[in-house]
């Protein structure tokens, strides 16, 4: 590979952290953002554009037609998992069918999964619009990453619950050591607690160890 400059080094490096961060590649925009708090400041997208060409030419990243379309050369394969996808969450009311088909599979860093038996789930709902998992809030259209190997919750994990068949996402909370809260953490006033009692047709399906942001 030919060697970079200074400022290459800085966008390549700038994509590396965020790719590692996100478990997926940055849009030009969110490489200019990186790049800033690594203390390249630029104003037009167009240069990070050129940076892009400059990194393709040199032989470090290759550029293809999709959404996110980078790819860093030089990954070994095995820095990548596939996890499964089973259905969708909502991120308000117990309102969404909890299906235990697989719908798909996505490829993630394992950085993100650390050898854990995780699944994702996409978010429907503002309920958990304020909460925050690594850095990054809750938002409708999202995918949350699920530890299902987590058996023993903590006040403030935000969790993932099917109530009598229909699943949602919301932080936990232990009342008395028998009745649970679940709680909103939203900008919405109309979202409300749920409680549950022993006797209540429920199962904590896992831990939300991390949200990984669609492109809008």
């Known amino acids: 590979?030919?060697?970079?400059?200074?400022?290459?080094?800085?966008?390549?490096?700038?994509?590396?952290?965020?790719?590692?961060?996100?478990?997926?590649?940055p849009t030009?925009?969110?490489?200019?953002?990186?790049?800033?708090?690594?203390g390249l400041k630029l104003k037009s997208l167009r240069s990070f554009f050129l940076y892009l060409n400059a990194l393709e030419e040199k032989g470090y990243i290759e550029r293809t037609s999709e959404d996110r379309g980078i790819l860093l050369k030089g990954v070994n394969a095995d820095t990548f998992i596939q996890v499964p996808v089973f259905g969708a969450?909502?991120?308000?009311?117990?309102?969404m069918f909890a299906d235990q088909y697989i719908e798909g599979y996505m490829r993630v860093s394992k950085r993100l999964v650390k050898d854990r038996n995780v699944f994702a789930v996409q978010v429907s709902g503002?309920?958990?619009?304020?909460?925050?998992?690594?850095g990054k809030t809750i938002q409708s259209g999202d995918f949350i990453l699920v530890d299902a190997q987590t058996k023993e919750y903590h006040n403030g994990d935000r969790v993932l619950v099917v109530i009598d068949g229909l699943a949602t996402v919301k932080t936990y909370r232990s009342l008395d050591g028998k009745t649970i809260a679940l709680l909103p953490e939203?900008?919405?006033?109309?979202?409300?607690?749920?409680?549950?009692?022993?006797?209540?047709?429920?199962?904590?399906?896992?831990?939300?160890?991390?949200?990984?942001?669609?492109?809008?």
């Not at 503002?126 to 690594?134: E, P, R, Y």
């Open 186 to 216: 939203s900008t919405d006033k109309m979202h409300k607690p749920i409680f549950l009692t022993p006797e209540d047709n429920f199962v904590i399906n896992g831990k939300v160890i991390d949200v990984l942001k669609m492109p809008k």
């Open 89 to 95: 969450s909502s991120a308000g009311a117990a309102t």
């Open 126 to 134: 503002t309920s958990m619009n304020k909460a925050k998992v690594n």
């Open 28 to 38: 030009v925009r969110e490489i200019k953002t990186e790049t800033g708090k690594l």
């Open 1 to 25: 590979m030919q060697i970079l400059t200074q400022k290459q080094k800085i966008v390549l490096q700038a994509i590396k952290t965020y790719f590692t961060e996100n478990g997926e590649m």
